[in-house]
């Protein structure tokens, strides 16, 4: 506790002066908020414990500025006191609520001590949205450990339900339940709801409300249904003991919330509910002519009343769906009825209204919501219809086609009750949201009355009917659209400046392909006036609309005259950017690049002007950039001087340390400067910047210097500067790798470059790297580009040289590279015959040498594929030697990059899936290489790709299964988006999830390798099959498998090797990465986070191998830091998952060391105890945040708390050292 002087501030508290008294308490409180030094916590409490009388004394000081800071003085001594203090502190203060009740203590109110006892009760954040006042006092957030809540609440509950029930009394009850209920048993949770049903009935007014809402508090502990049955049967028997006419009353609120509570009772109480609903809600109409005589108008209202809460719990008793099939035709009829209730709508009724009005009193205050013309109440019933409309087509959607044809069409949207009309909507809206597309039929008869009301409400009230018709707009009912907006013109609706309009405008826009004129310069006349609103945010919405329409196939209907008016307005937003956010003027920009792509105004010239202004602004110039480029890709033409002017600002912009914006101008850039002569082009600023940019950038935007410098090239190769610097950048890129060979902008660049510079060929030879592939197409396309035969001859010589002498050496590795891409373009004495040969040669064992020469191969083949087919199909078959034919399929994969022909794909195909090679452990390298090729062809030709997945059904060999997983593991690093491709992958590896079972390394592993692939490049073709078949197999593997351990000897010791291991790590992996998706992806899929968890801690905290020991305490401490509210949820709801953890963790830590361990299962062992030790930090820091809020696992935290201390004990030195990240 701070250093508080409690001696004086005692005499200050007592002055006679009462702002010293106020200050004395303002100084007390704010001390208790800052904490200081903290001394011994005994003398704190006893300290504190004398101040007690002082404060309680002050509770009935006469000036009521101290009487309020002394109530506010109780709350922030809780944390300091000792709970016996806190007792002794509770005690006093109950002890004087009984006072409030002495008439002689005149200015002792009567909720004063009630509210400073309240104010201790008032500590967590649960509280905050509490009406009472004094719970806005807590700032401790202080909670009562259990022990000093049990004694509170056997301290507390007795004096409560002993005594005479009042208002103090019960909301004190309602803070102790909701603060520290939790320590109640079932059996006390019984008899205290109990107690509550009896004030229900008993008491009247506040009392009688206020035990309501305390028995929904006390229920909310309860999770048997015993005790949900017995209050239910104690609702019956007081209600029928009861004799006061509003005993219904409270036995359908109580009703309500026992079947809130969501536990089933049984079917004999449900009926007997039931029953008592009905009986109330007695259908037999008001005879008119009886309203014609004496009408006891206060007795309708009070019948009517009482039927609101019959159905208000009816309607919870559908929404559990508690309500018997062979009910559900009463309850129709039910809802059928009281849609139409309106039994004094008569003119007799109105008569009576007007002239009688005086002279009818109103016991309560029931009346919110009625008007003039409904005030007997019917409203409320009409509304509860509606309402129980949505519940009741959730149970039992087979009824939907009933609703559509008998309630839609009376439902009472025609209401002069403005609730009724709500209500009526919503569940309209319910109606149509389940109906499909080929049921439109079903709901067209609302279409007349809804253009019918449409003349009569009110323009407060078209915001509900908006929504309405919004629902109908994926029909298509154009006619409903044509009528709502006739309907604004005639009656002068003012629909400029609303949200909700807007919300309208933008629903009717994307759901309709065609529009009447009308409608659409409708719109653009209330966007014309939004545009120039006050309001930022009604600007931006607006303009976001305004985009829809722009893309609309019918915006060339506007008028010239709205589209120049929308121009104007979003221009001026441009021009004037200082007086708006960035926002806002960003999508103005947008807006006008919709406008110049689809051709929707003659002011193009002012649209790009204003876009040298939005350009030169850094807030505004990467969505200018974005619209430049769109604008430009469509048919939009550009002056010289602008093309110019742009390029001018392109010139600095693409060194921007933005790489979007970068990116962005580089692209544009692209587009501008091939509209125009290069020779008139000044790009000096350009190149100097353009060959900066490749020295400082990455790969991303290489693509865009290159393609800008290749039309540039005239100007780069005229200064010899410019030329140097180039050539120097591109070296240095081609020998640190930065450059591949597969960049064909890169290489269209070296090919111009020839025709400027004939001595480019040496200079390149000399500099850059022989030994990179990428050198060697460089020097082969500057000697084909320059004609360089005495460079190929000599190249020719070398080769022959080689395969005479050496054909492992790394100097034939650039001669053979540079020979094949001389090859692909014209015939030379290097054939793919000799090639064969020398990858035939058993002597060749260089691997560079084999791959080089397996590429060659097939840039050779690929200059007259269709001649060389039967050249590869012949020494395939024929070939006996698997690394052979590896090496035809790694030239056949170079072959495949060149292929257009379906007829040559499908030969491909053929050769290498009917061919009869076995399934070995010899022939796995092979089949790798073949599945890659026939992966490529796959994406290529589409056609393939249904046979592929019918033959996935029929059960193929194994040589075909793996050929099939590989083809997968090619398409999940593809980038291909055609049409159907996703459907087409995810169609496979469904197939290929039963696979997992062969048990077989090879295919287990690249079948979990492809899951893994796929869940992060396409997680779309994974996350749709993860429930059903994917997961449960993936269960299945994480624990080890008998068929995979391998018995080895070794002297006179046996070992057990788990050769499945590496496969079970990285299933473990695919689960990581399942646990890396946000909760929105997982929630969407319904991945059941609490299985994976339980599989994970029952089967992965228990295995033998330290590394899947290590890989389970990673994967729960992923699962901690990315869905922490769903641990939360864990450790609430499963005990048994918390427990079996704790045992798990107990029995690795108890594996000891071999003393004969090698150095890797030293390092093993000291790997399992460190992810152990850091998912217990982790782990801990959750468990104690769970406690904070939930109290009731006390338990649980005591056996992690103890298991705990065993870890700090007994592995102090991995227990400091390990942080958490």
């Known amino acids: 506790m701070p250093d508080i002087n409690i001696a004086t501030l005692k005499d200050k508290a007592l002055d006679v002066d009462p702002d010293i008294r106020f200050m004395a308490l303002e100084d007390f409180r704010k001390g208790l908020e800052v904490e200081s030094g903290i001394p011994n916590p005994a003398v704190s409490s006893y300290q504190l414990e004398s101040f007690f009388p002082t404060l309680l004394k002050l509770l009935e000081d006469q000036n009521p500025d101290v009487q309020n800071q002394s109530i506010k003085s109780f709350e922030p001594m809780v944390k300091f006191l000792s709970n016996d203090g806190i007792l002794k502190l509770i005690k006093s203060l109950f002890a004087l609520v009984p006072l409030a009740d002495d008439n002689t203590s005149k200015s002792f109110t009567i909720s004063i001590p009630n509210m400073a006892l309240r104010s201790l009760f008032a500590q967590s954040n649960s509280r905050d949205s509490s009406d009472f006042v004094s719970d806005k006092l807590s700032t401790s957030n202080y909670r009562f450990d259990a022990a000093v809540s049990r004694a509170i609440m056997d301290y507390l509950i007795p004096q409560i339900t002993h005594r005479e029930v009042t208002i103090d009394t019960v909301e004190l009850l309602i803070d102790l339940v909701t603060e520290i209920g939790y320590v109640l048993t079932e059996g006390e949770v019984l008899k205290l709801s109990l107690f509550l049903v009896e004030v229900a009935f008993k008491e009247t007014g506040i009392i009688g409300k206020n035990s309501i809402v305390a028995l929904e508090k006390v229920f909310a502990l309860t999770k048997d249904v015993a005790t949900v049955e017995s209050v239910l049967l104690e609702v019956k028997r007081v209600e029928s003991i009861t004799s006061t006419d509003d005993r219904l009353f409270h036995a359908f609120q109580l009703y309500s919330v026992c079947l809130k509570k969501g536990i089933r009772p049984s079917l004999g109480i449900l009926r007997d509910i039931y029953n008592t609903i009905v009986t109330t809600l007695d259908v037999n109409p008001i005879n008119n002519d009886d309203i014609e005589q004496d009408v006891d108008f206060d007795a309708i209202v009070q019948e009517n009343l009482l039927k609101d809460e019959a159905f208000t719990t009816l309607i919870n008793f559908v929404t559990q769906g508690y309500l018997p099939n062979e009910l559900c035709e009463q309850v129709f009829h039910l809802i059928k009825f009281f849609l139409r209730y309106d039994p004094l709508n008569t003119d007799s009724y109105d008569d009576f209204d007007n002239d009688d009005d005086d002279n009818i009193e109103f016991s309560d205050d029931e009346w919110d919501g009625a008007d003039d013309e409904d005030n007997d109440c019917s409203w409320k019933l009409r509304a509860k219809a ?235 110039s990467k969505a200018t950039l974005d619209v430049l480029n769109e604008v430009l890709s469509s048919e939009t033409i550009i002056s010289k001087d602008y093309a110019f002017f742009i390029i001018e600002k392109l010139s600095t912009l693409i060194i921007s340390s933005t790489e979007a914006t970068s990116k962005a101008s580089l692209i544009l850039l692209n587009n501008i400067i091939q509209r125009i002569p290069s020779t008139e082009i000044h790009s000096d600023v350009v190149l100097q910047n353009l060959i900066e940019l490749l020295r400082v950038s990455n790969k991303e935007v290489y693509k865009y210097v290159f393609q800008a410098c290749n039309y540039l090239s005239a100007h780069i190769f005229s200064s010899e500067i410019y030329r140097m610097r180039l050539l120097q950048t591109i070296i240095q890129l081609v020998n640190d790798g930065s450059i591949e060979a597969s960049d064909d902008s890169f290489f269209e660049l070296v090919k111009t470059s020839c025709n400027f510079d004939p001595g480019l060929f040496a200079y390149l030879q000399s500099n850059l790297n022989s030994a990179s592939e990428t050198s060697a197409r460089i020097l ?384 093993s062992y000291q790997e399992r105890i460190k992810s152990i030790v850091k998912l217990s930090k982790k782990f801990n820091q959750i468990i104690e945040k769970v406690y904070s809020m939930n109290p009731e696992i006390i338990n649980l935290v005591r056996e992690w708390r103890e298991y705990c201390q065993e870890l700090k004990s007994n592995f102090q030195i991995y227990y400091n050292s390990v942080e958490l990240e």
């Open 780 to 1163: 082969a396309i500057c000697a084909l580009g320059n004609n360089l035969q005495l460079e190929i001859d000599t190249r020719v010589s070398e080769f022959e040289k080689f395969v005479k002498s050496d054909i492992n050496s790394k100097q034939f590795v650039p001669v053979i590279r540079f020979l094949g891409y001389i090859g692909k373009s014209r015939a030379i004495p290097v054939t793919t015959d000799s090639l064969l040969q020398l990858l035939k040669n058993e002597k060749l064992t260089n691997e560079t040498v084999i791959s080089s020469a397996s590429t060659a191969l097939g840039l050779i083949a690929s200059r007259d594929i269709s001649a060389n087919l039967s050249f590869f199909a012949d020494n395939y078959e024929s070939n006996n030697d698997t690394n052979v034919r590896g090496h035809l399929m790694d030239a056949l994969n170079i072959v495949v990059d060149y292929c257009q022909s379906d007829s040559v794909f499908d030969y491909i195909w053929n050769l290498i899936f009917n061919s009869s090679i076995e399934f070995e452990m010899c022939s796995i390298a092979e089949l790798r290489k073949s599945g890659e090729v026939l992966g490529k062809i796959i994406t290529l030709s589409p056609a393939k790709r249904a046979p592929l997945v019918e033959y996935c059904k029929k059960q193929p060999p194994l040589r075909e299964v793996y050929l099939i997983l590989v083809i997968i593991k090619s398409l999940l690093s593809s980038t291909e988006t055609s049409e159907g491709y996703d459907e087409f992958l995810s169609s496979l590896i469904n197939s290929s999830i039963s696979w997992i079972d062969i048990v077989n390394i090879d295919i287990r592993q690249i079948v979990v390798g492809n899951l893994l692939t796929g869940l992060h490049n396409k997680p779309l073709s994974i996350l749709p099959n993860l429930n059903d078949s994917l997961l449960p197999k993936i269960f299945q593997q994480l624990k080890a498998e008998d068929a995979f351990k391998k018995v080895i000897t070794m002297g006179p010791y046996k070992y057990t090797m788990d050769q499945g291991l590496e496969i079970r790590k990285l299933f473990y992996e695919f689960l990581y990465t399942l646990f890396s998706l946000d909760s929105s992806t997982l929630k969407q899929y319904e991945v059941n986070l609490s299985e994976i968890s339980q599989n994970i801690v029952f089967t992965g905290l228990s295995d033998e191998q330290a590394d899947i020991t290590v890989l389970s305490c990673i994967n729960l401490i992923h699962l901690i830091a990315n869905h922490e509210s769903d641990v939360i949820v864990l450790i609430k709801n499963k005990d048994d998952l918390f427990t079996t953890m704790v045992k798990n963790l107990r029995l690795q830590l108890a594996k000891k060391l071999s003393a004969k361990a090698s150095a890797q299962d030293s390092e």
């Open 386 to 620: 509606s309402i129980l409309v949505s519940p009741f087509l959730k149970s039992f959607p087979a009824s939907l086609a009933l609703f559509s044809e008998t309630v839609l069409p009376i439902l009472p949207i025609e209401d002069k009750n403005d609730q009724v009309i709500f209500e009526a909507v919503r569940a309209a809206v319910s109606i149509i949201n389940l109906t499909s597309q080929n049921d439109w039929k079903n709901i067209q008869v609302i279409i007349p009355i809804i253009i019918t009301r449409l003349e009569t409400i009110r323009e407060d009230q078209f915001p509900v009917f908006l929504k309405f018709i919004e629902s109908l707009n994926r029909f298509q009912h154009v006619e409903l659209v044509e009528a709502t907006f006739l309907c604004f013109r005639k009656r002068s609706i003012t629909t400029s400046g609303s949200l909700d309009c807007l919300q309208f405008y933008s629903s009717v826009l994307e759901s309709y392909t065609t529009l009447p004129t009308m409608v659409l310069e409708y719109i653009t006349e209330d966007f014309i006036t939004n545009l120039s609103d006050k309001s930022f945010n009604m600007i931006s919405e607006t303009v976001k609309s305004l985009n829809l329409l722009c893309n609309h196939a019918s915006a060339t209907n506007v008028s010239e005259y709205y589209r120049n008016k929308v121009v104007a307005g979003l221009i001026l937003k441009v021009q004037n950017h200082k007086l708006y956010t960035s926002d806002l003027v960003r999508l103005c920009i947008i807006a006008l690049g919709e406008i110049l792509c689809h051709g929707l105004s003659q002011e193009n010239d002012q649209i790009l002007e204003v876009f040298k202004v939005s350009i030169s602004n850094e807030s505004t």
